[in-house]
């Protein structure tokens, strides 16, 4: 079955780093791009990127653009969320989720989350 | 950037009624529209694609509609295990695949 696991989270101070990352199986993790989903404490969704199935195309929300990169590696079917310069509003569960052939696809099998605590 | 809205934001449904919820979008997103089920302390589950299509497993109780800029989410006969906060998101015209902002079914 389906399973994907985020793990790195954690509590880190404002403008330091993180690195997130998914672990995947029972599916063939090089056929399907992947996004990046966070939740704020008490607050909807909100994308934070998106990567292709290959790694060649990354997308972002403007909000985390030019301090997060998304990335993977197909050989050892995982996923990562590099968060630099990070703020208070950054504070969040932040779940990954399979997409499909194409980018332009939902998630449909997510993780169970990682916390990131922001807090100096 | 094409926005999400919800509504109601609350809805309070007795078990066995039918629910209906609402997402427009402030443009048209063609049928790329997705609907996801989120219970306390649990990752969001995908119910609905391409505004009309159910995800694998999910019960034919939920059902969705819409194309353009207007979409309803319909649960038939509410379950207990139903009474959850439901999101939209489009993923037409990207970045940003924007989620609505949600609406919880609660029990009446």
């Known amino acids: 079955q389906v399973h994907l696991v985020e793990s790195g989270g954690g509590v880190v101070q404002p403008g330091r780093s993180l690195r997130l990352s998914c672990a995947v199986s029972g599916f063939t993790f090089s056929n399907h791009a992947m996004h990046w989903v966070r939740q704020a404490p008490g607050k909807g969704l909100e994308w934070v990127a998106v990567i292709s199935y290959d790694g060649s195309n990354k997308y972002y929300a403007e909000s985390v653009k030019g301090r997060f990169i998304i990335s993977r590696d197909n050989s050892m079917n995982t996923l990562h969320l590099q968060m630099n310069s990070l703020r208070d509003e950054d504070a969040a569960v932040y779940y990954c989720?399979?997409?499909?052939?194409?980018?332009?696809?939902?998630?449909?099998?997510w993780g169970q989350g990682t916390l990131v605590t922001v807090s100096s | 950037e094409i926005a999400m809205t919800q509504s109601p934001a609350t809805l309070s449904v007795s078990p066995g009624e039918r629910a209906t919820v609402s997402c427009r979008a402030s443009q048209s997103v063609s049928m790329n529209l997705a609907w996801y089920q989120q219970k306390p302390g649990q990752a969001p589950r995908l119910l609905i694609y391409g505004a009309s299509t159910r995800a694998t497993g999910i019960p034919a109780r939920f059902s969705g509609s819409g194309s353009g800029t207007e979409f309803t989410l319909t649960i038939s006969s509410l379950q207990s295990e139903d009474f959850a906060v439901y999101y939209c998101?489009?993923?037409?015209?990207?970045?940003?695949?924007?989620f609505g902002p949600g609406t919880k079914v609660d029990i009446k």
């Open positions: 998101q489009k993923y037409d015209n990207w970045p940003p695949f924007t």
């Open positions: 989720a399979r997409g499909g052939w194409s980018i332009a696809t939902p998630g449909d099998y």
